[in-house]
C-alpha cells in the first residue's frame, strides 16, 4: 500500500438514504407503471439484477425517482445467509420507457466529500470481504435480516487518491462492461433462436411464399425442403407431410429424487432443482448447489439435456413445467425431486424444435390452465405429455438443428469468456482496493487477455 492511502470511515465521506415505503395497493407484477427496485434486484457479490420485476402505478414523490447511475445498497434480505445484504447495485438505463423508483428496503448512496470519494470506486470497495464482514457482523434479524445507514458509515478502510480511485475503478468497470455486452449479445442470439422457430413452425413463412407463388428470404438450398402446400391436421391447417405429435410420442420423463441438504455444497454433480430454472423457462446459473451425496446414474445430466418443473411455489405459476438446458459449462447435473428429465425416444427427433416449442407463449398457457393445487401447484405428468407438437420433416428438422446450433456456439463462446472476465475481475478486485496490486501491474494483466 502506497503512503498517501488515508484510513477514512465511509461516515465521513458518504450518506446513506433510506427509500420510501411504497403502498401494496398500486403494485403488481404486471409490467405497468414505474419499476419498483427490492433487494430481489441485487445479485450475490453485487450487481443489479434485471429479472423479478415489481411495478408500482400509484402517486410518486420526486424524491424516489432514481436516476441511471445512481448507487443503491440492500438494506434487507430474506435469505438464511444474507446472500445480497449490504451489496451494491447501480442503476441502469431504464429502456422501457418507465422509472425506478427507491423503496425503503434499499439505500441510495449520496456523496458528501466529491473531491475525496468516487462514486464507482464505492461499488466495488461494497463488493470486498471486509466490508461484507462489517455488514453482517453487525446485522440484525434472524429470519429477515437487516443493515442500516449507520452501521454501513462505521466502515473504515484504506483510502487511495481520487485519481487512483478513478484508475481502480475503470480497470474494474471495463471487464464489467465486456460482461455485459456478451450478456446482450447472448440475448440477441436466444431472439433470433425464438424469432426462427416462429418463422418456420408457427407462422410457416417458408410454405406459405410457396403457395402464394412470391420468392421467400430463405436459400433456395434451404427453401426447397419446405412443402408447397398445406394440409389439414389435428390442431388445425399444417405443410403437407408434417405431423402434429403429443409431447408423450417424443419424449419419456424420469422423475427425480429427494436429497440430503446436509450434502449440499460438497463435490459433485450441480443440483437441477427449481433454483436452476429460470422463469417461463431457460437455464438459470445463479446461486447453484452442488450436491456430495449419493446420484444414480439415471438422475445424471449431461450437457445440451433438457429437464422440466413440474411443480411450482410461486402463485404466477411461472416455473410450473419451465423447461431448461444443461449449459456446455456444467459437467453434470443432478435431478431433484422438483424436476423431470426428458429422454427423447429417437434420435432423429429434433431437440431445439421441442425446446423451443416448451418455452413458447402457447405452452406457458397451457400449463397454467392445467395447473393443480393452490398453494403448491402441480402439473400431472400427462397433462405435460400431452402437449401438442409440430413434427417437420426430418431434413427440415436437421436444417433447424444445424441453424440453431450455429447460434448457440457462439453463445457458448460468450459465455466461456464472460467467465474468465468475471473470475480476473473477482481476483482482481480485493487486490486492487487493498493496495496489493497497483494500476499499472493491472493495466497490464489486462493487456494480456485483451
Not at 438450398?221 to 389435428?234: E, L, M, Q, V, Y
Not at 402457447?362 to 405428468?381: E, F, I, K, M, P
Request: charged share 25%; with cysteine; glycine share 8%.
Amino acid at each position: 500500500m502506497a503512503a498517501d492511502w488515508q484510513i477514512s470511515s465511509l461516515g465521513e465521506l458518504i450518506e446513506v438514504k433510506h427509500g420510501f415505503a411504497f403502498s401494496g395497493a398500486f403494485i403488481q407484477e404486471d409490467a405497468r407503471g414505474d419499476i419498483l427496485l427490492t433487494p430481489g434486484n441485487f445479485a450475490i457479490g453485487g450487481g443489479f439484477k434485471g429479472d423479478k420485476l415489481k411495478y408500482y402505478d400509484g402517486p410518486v414523490s420526486k424524491d424516489f425517482v432514481l436516476r441511471q447511475g445512481d448507487l443503491l445498497v440492500s438494506m434487507t434480505d430474506l435469505s438464511k445467509q444474507a446472500d445480497t445484504l449490504g451489496y451494491p447495485a447501480i442503476v441502469p438505463q431504464c429502456r422501457s420507457g418507465s422509472r425506478y423508483l427507491h423503496n425503503q428496503r434499499l439505500g441510495k448512496v449520496q456523496i458528501k466529500a466529491p473531491d475525496a470519494i468516487d462514486l464507482k470506486f464505492l461499488n466495488y470497495l461494497f463488493r470486498t470481504s471486509e466490508y461484507r464482514h462489517e455488514v453482517l457482523a453487525s446485522a440484525t434479524g434472524t429470519t429477515v435480516k437487516h443493515t442500516s445507514p449507520e452501521r454501513i458509515k462505521r466502515f473504515k478502510f484504506f483510502r487511495p487518491p481520487l485519481d487512483e480511485q478513478r484508475a481502480i475503478a475503470h480497470i474494474l468497470g471495463t471487464l464489467d462492461d465486456k460482461i455485459e455486452l456478451n450478456w446482450r449479445m447472448n440475448e440477441t442470439l436466444a431472439a433470433m433462436s425464438r424469432a426462427l422457430f416462429k418463422s418456420w413452425f408457427v407462422d410457416f413463412d417458408p410454405v406459405r411464399v410457396k403457395v402464394e407463388g412470391r420468392n421467400g428470404p430463405l436459400p433456395e438450398t434451404i427453401g426447397a425442403h419446405f412443402p408447397h402446400r398445406f394440409s389439414k391436421g389435428k390442431e388445425g391447417r399444417i405443410p403437407e407431410g408434417w405431423f402434429n405429435r403429443e409431447l408423450g410420442e417424443l419424449v419419456d420423463l424420469q422423475r427425480g429424487t429427494t436429497y440430503k441438504s446436509g450434502l449440499k455444497h460438497l463435490p459433485g454433480p450441480v443440483l437441477l432443482g427449481l433454483a436452476s430454472i429460470e422463469r417461463n423457462g431457460g437455464f438459470r446459473d445463479r446461486n447453484l448447489s452442488t450436491y456430495g451425496g449419493p446420484s444414480p446414474a439415471n438422475l445424471i445430466l449431461r450437457p445440451g439435456d433438457m429437464y422440466a418443473s413440474l411443480k411450482d411455489v410461486t402463485q404466477s405459476a411461472d416455473l410450473l413445467g419451465a423447461v431448461a438446458k444443461v449449459p456446455p459449462y456444467i459437467e453434470q447435473g443432478r435431478l431433484t425431486q422438483d424436476t423431470v428429465k426428458l429422454i427423447f425416444k429417437s434420435a432423429k427427433t429434433s431437440r431445439h424444435i421441442v425446446y423451443q416449442t416448451l418455452l413458447s407463449d402457447d405452452y406457458r398457457v397451457y400449463c397454467r390452465a392445467h395447473a393443480t393445487g393452490t398453494t403448491n401447484l402441480g402439473l400431472s405428468r400427462d397433462d405435460f405429455l400431452a402437449f401438442p407438437i409440430l413434427q417437420p420433416s426430418e431434413k427440415v428438422q436437421r436444417l433447424f438443428d444445424d441453424a440453431i446450433e450455429q447460434l448457440e456456439c457462439r453463445m457458448a463462446i460468450a459465455v466461456g469468456e464472460s467467465r474468465t472476465l468475471a473470475a480476473l475481475r473477482d481476483t482482481l478486485l480485493p487486490k486492487l482496493i487493498s493496495g496489493e496490486l497497483r494500476v499499472k501491474a493491472a493495466e497490464k494483466m489486462l493487456e494480456a487477455v485483451a
